[in-house]
């Protein structure tokens, strides 16, 4: 065993630690998975090819070459790439009004605009610009995934309405796969699943029942080289290549990300990138057009029990032998068979548990969810996706936006006293000094906020006229940030009073020294502990107000007029 991992080494710094998890087992679970995503794949990159106005052809190409690259040089383990319906929508709305469908023209500026999504792919893992997806919160991945599970079931509804037969053998693939489910937990139950309804559909048609089935599809050969390239491309699908980027990358990448949540792999945005990008290359060599991550090739991986990106690299391979040498017993596969699988997996999609745990957690986090799995059904998917992290940071914005500033003191008098949070237990505080808890970072959206409750602080009746700020969770300050402290320590001195803080982080350090903040308000009032904070501030309180209070709350009022501490 030694001997052979040390051997796989090289092969796992290439192409990921995946190779390391390679053996029998898993080879057998990735062939069953990449088989019955070639089944799935040749009716679909047919119509997918049709969509975008390309010979049906073209679509098999794009399920064998890309697949395969995008497998081996990505981070995902699960993540088919090939022909998906948004990116060949898109592509043909953005080459109709350049060239006529399906003209030579036509055909070279597809594999243009392909060259150029895959150059783009690439330059954005190069830069290490794919960690922008990080900005794809689980709220959001939740409602993509949600709704992509309900178009993935429209869709298959739609291939069978109005067909009685089609809908019954759609709904009864839909039940055996579910039975199979329960006692073939670990076996290829979609793939003996799709046998039993092919078997099921050749039954029927020996009773005069009228079914659909895939057809017969052959490629001839695979063409290889690159695509012819004029200088007036270069104006005319600069743009088209950008906007087909953005599609086919947010797509690859949401998928990517909904897939590593729900088996708790690693997923290296930028390896993915390159992954696409490398893919995309290689399909605008091989007569292919823009391929990204596809959901209905990559959830019924999951499900199938794919263990390695072996199970795409073997889809790929079973599309090419398939289309081959088994056209004409993948022709009698019936698409309502097809239809139904797609059902059993748009239903495994929609994760129940993530739901309930948002609706009674977090309803400003299922309202998300909810937003973007509305937005995927009325959009198209990168502008759901674009939507849904828009929809999230603006979340995330209003919640930084309103840090919290909580008054602290001591639930008992000295020595045994713990600092607590007295917000709701008037009295239980120094009637001079005010201590604050600051949670969160202060920038130009939390200065309204954080201004205003210091406002608020100082005009109220008898308040403190010294301030000390437990700064440990005061994360970051911006300029404005800054002025605002700045404004703050000037009213402190004007009411008589005084500005403290206590574990300032050395980047708010950093940037008051660079202010030169500090120098105005003196090293003096900046303490690393409590208790030296105390020991400064308290000796510097008014005598007076001093000798006739009652609160006593600090060891070091045993030094002030006035009776001494409880228990001092």
Known sequence: MTLQRSARAPWAR???????DVNRTSLRADAAAGLLGAVLALPQAIAFAALAGLPPTWGLYTAIVPCIVAALAGSSRLVATGPT??????????LAPLALPGSPEYLRLALVATLGVGLMQTAIALLRLGSLAHFISPSVLLG?????????????????????????????????????????????????????????AWLAMREGVVLDFVGEQRIDHLS????????????????????????????????????????????????????????????????GFVASGSLNRSMPNLEAGARTPLAAVFSGLFVLLLALLAAPAIAWIPTAAIAGLLLWVA???????????????????????????????????????????????VVYLYRTSRPALRTMGFDRPPPDRAMVVVDDAPGAECPQLKMLRMEGSVWFGAVAHVGERLQALRAAPGAPKHLLVMAKSMNFIDHAGAALWE????????????????????????????????????????????????????????????????????AECASRPGPPPAGA
């Not at 319906?85 to 953005?94: D, Q, R």
């Open 14 to 20: 290439w192409l990921g630690p995946w190779v390391e």
């Open 347 to 393: 239903a495994t999609l929609i994760d129940r548990e993530q739901w309930r745990e948002r609706l009674q957690q977090d309803r400003t986090e299922a309202a998300v969810a909810a937003a973007t799995l509305a937005a995927t059904l009325a959009l198209p998917l990168e502008q759901a996706i674009v939507g849904g992290v828009g929809l999230s940071l």
């Open 224 to 287: 290889w080289g690159p695509p012819a390239l004029a200088w007036a491309d270069l104006p005319r699908l600069a743009g088209v290549s950008l906007a087909l980027t953005v599609v086919a990358t947010g797509q690859s990448i949401a998928i990517a990300k909904a897939l590593a949540a729900r088996t708790d792999q690693p997923l290296d945005v930028n390896r993915e990138c390159m992954g696409q990008g490398l893919a995309n290359l290689a399909g605008a060599c091989s007569s």
């Open 487 to 554: 404004q703050e320590h000037t009213r402190r001195l004007a009411l008589g009073g005084d500005l403290y803080f206590h574990r300032p982080r050395p980047e708010v350090l950093q940037t008051w020294q660079q202010r030169r903040f500090l120098d105005r308000l003196g090293e003096d009032h900046v303490f690393a502990d409590k208790h030296s904070a105390l020991a400064t501030i308290v000796p510097r309180l008014d005598p007076a107000v001093c000798a006739g209070c009652r609160v006593r709350l600090y």
């Open 144 to 200: 993509f995934t949600s709704g992509a599970a309900l178009l993935i079931a429209w869709h298959a509804l739609e291939s069978v309405v109005g067909d009685l037969p089609g809908i019954v053998l759609a709904c009864g693939t839909l039940v055996v796969a579910w039975a199979l489910r329960q006692v073939w937990r670990r076996g290829p139950f979609l793939l003996a699943t799709l046998a039993l309804a092919a078997l099921a």
């Open 85 to 94: 319906n948004a990116v060949s929508l898109a592509l043909a709305a953005m």
